[in-house]
């Protein structure tokens, strides 16, 4: 193998776990990694070393999950949402007035790299706990970076219906990284 | 545009909304209202901004504790 293949095996599992947390979807996600392993390995030229491959092939395959969320969005069997329980959940956040049942306390931002990665692998143990039609919606907005209108319009669903999914991942996000890291109980 | 004070759960939702779509001035200075008074929703502004810059941060990480690796 090149240097540049055992690169690419030694990333295989990263953008795999990485693709999955936006496709819910193992098949695809693998469908995914290799059209971008694919690409990179067409021509092993157009990486020139500025960035590293990681950040390489993770550009190039924000660009595969886009173009399989615009081919499948609207057949894909994705695990129905159960809305009810998921607005109880956030309804029990606060009291009938209206007021925080829990007054959300400030974050600190850990400075030091190791606890920051920490941080970070919380934050995604914490997506992954999302319910997988408000995770696509969230990741498509904030991680793929796209307007919430090209969201709606891609995967099908009302403008209204974006800011509510986008609303429950944000709360639903916020309670689990304000419990599993800044305000975590157990030290 | 009602005059009536914004609820700490109204204000969740107008936070949330606000970093996807502009906000009509009556409703941002309702919004500022509440913010001048109710330090919990300062911090779920300050919190949902970090969300916003932290998953844009993401980059596939190598598993250590292969946690996502066995899901099914």
Not at chain 1, 5 to 20: D, G, H, M, T, V
Not at chain 1, 43 to 54: I, M, N, T, V, Y
Not at chain 1, 62 to 91: F, T
Request: hydrophobic share 40%; net charge negative.
């Amino acid at each position: 193998m090149s240097p540049l293949e055992q690169e690419l095996s030694a990333l295989y599992k990263p953008l795999l776990r990485f693709a999955q947390l936006q496709l819910r979807d193992k098949a695809a996600a693998e469908d995914a990694v290799s059209a971008t392993m694919l690409a990179i390995l067409e021509k092993p030229d157009a990486f020139q070393g500025a960035s590293s491959l990681r950040t390489y092939a993770t550009g190039i395959l924000k660009h595969k999950l886009v173009d399989h969320i615009r081919r499948c969005s609207r057949e894909v069997a994705i695990e129905p949402l159960d809305e009810q329980s998921l607005d109880d959940a956030i309804e029990s956040l606060f009291r009938e007035d209206g007021h925080w049942q829990d007054k959300p306390a400030a974050w600190v931002e850990p400075e030091q790299a190791l606890e920051r990665a920490q941080m970070m692998r919380v934050l995604e143990g914490c997506l992954e706990k999302l319910p997988a039609r408000v995770a696509r919606v969230f990741m498509m907005r904030e991680w793929l970076e796209k307007e919430t209108q090209e969201v709606c319009e891609e995967l099908g669903i009302t403008a209204n219906n974006c800011h509510v999914m986008l609303f429950r991942a944000r709360m639903l996000l916020r309670s689990c990284l304000d419990s599993n890291w800044f305000h975590r109980s157990t030290p | 545009m009602m005059t009536e004070k914004l609820t700490c759960k109204e204000v969740a939702r107008i936070l949330s909304d606000g970093l996807d779509q502009q906000m009509a001035p009556a409703e941002r200075a309702r919004l500022r209202m509440h913010m001048v008074i109710c330090e919990a929703c300062r911090n779920v502004e300050q919190q949902f901004d970090l969300l916003r810059r932290l998953v844009r941060k993401i980059e596939p990480s190598d598993g250590d504790d292969g946690t996502a690796d066995d899901k099914p």
